[in-house]
């Protein structure tokens, strides 16, 4: 028995409802589940109601979905182009849940020759893919510099390396400065190794550090930042209830 055949029938309804492109759908559903199948099917669902294969984007999370999604799609496809009339009619009947006409077995025919013709391919990218190519097409619009490349891991690691060992080599040049007074801290108390590690953790989460900076006002000592924002806090909260003397009283000891 086939994976698909033992599936509950209330499934392959839900998926046929899903796969259906005259409606707007939200999948939700756990791993392994049958979410690309789902998208497989409603891509060739558009592709026999007459929509072109160059007018159609899928977007996924990582290259290996984007990879497996077109790999099963041109698969079936290029099955549909060499299998028995009988057999076809079966798999479009079983896919759009209707007896198909004979120009749609016709037209299923030639769907993996008109995606394999499609100008530029089948558009099944990563959403980070998508997004580089929107910005490599309008780079004026974004205001990024044009013919820009991204920066691959194993690059973003020579480079952080590098910045690392540079910084190092100038605080250790100026001891008396205070890149040059922190680092001495810093070497007192720890190996180069742990070092390293904790400033790329730092570097990992930066955007959350900013959002702390712009939090505490980009104040040095962060202590009297949330004193401060813990006041303005009860300020808002006795505000909202009209002032009461419990809140006020509250608040002259947090002052």
Not at 75 to 81: G, H, Q, T, V
Not at 105 to 126: D, S, Y
Request: charged share 25%.
């Amino acid at each position: 028995m086939s994976a698909h055949a033992a599936l509950p029938e209330e499934a392959d309804r839900n998926q046929a409802r899903a796969s259906d492109p005259a409606a707007s759908a939200w999948v939700s559903a756990n791993a392994g589940t049958g979410k690309t199948e789902v998208l497989v099917k409603r891509v060739q669902r558009l592709l026999l109601t007459g929509f072109k294969p160059e007018s159609i984007l899928c977007l996924t999370y990582t290259k290996t979905a984007a990879a497996e999604m077109q790999n099963r799609l041109l698969k079936d496809l290029a099955a549909w182009a060499t299998m028995p009339d009988e057999e076809l009619r079966e798999q479009l009947e079983a896919l759009m849940t209707r007896a198909p006409e004979s120009s749609e077995i016709h037209k299923a025919r030639r769907l993996f020759a008109r995606a394999l013709e499609a100008k530029g391919g089948l558009k099944i990218h990563t959403i980070h893919g998508f997004c580089e190519r929107l910005l490599q097409r309008f780079p004026l619009e974004s205001q990024v510099t044009p013919h820009f490349t991204v920066l691959d891991e194993r690059s973003q690691q020579v480079m952080r390396r590098a910045a690392f060992d540079a910084t190092v080599a100038r605080a250790a040049e100026d001891g008396d400065s205070a890149l040059g007074k922190a680092l001495a801290k810093v070497i007192a108390r720890t190996s180069e190794r742990q070092f390293r590690q904790v400033v790329d953790v730092v570097l990992g989460k930066r955007a959350e550090l900013a959002k702390m900076v712009a939090y505490h006002h980009s104040r040095v000592d962060w202590a009297e930042a949330e004193c401060l924002a813990l006041k303005q806090l009860f300020k808002e909260k006795i505000a909202q209830f009209g002032g009461t003397n419990r809140g006020t009283e509250l608040l002259s000891k947090v002052a």
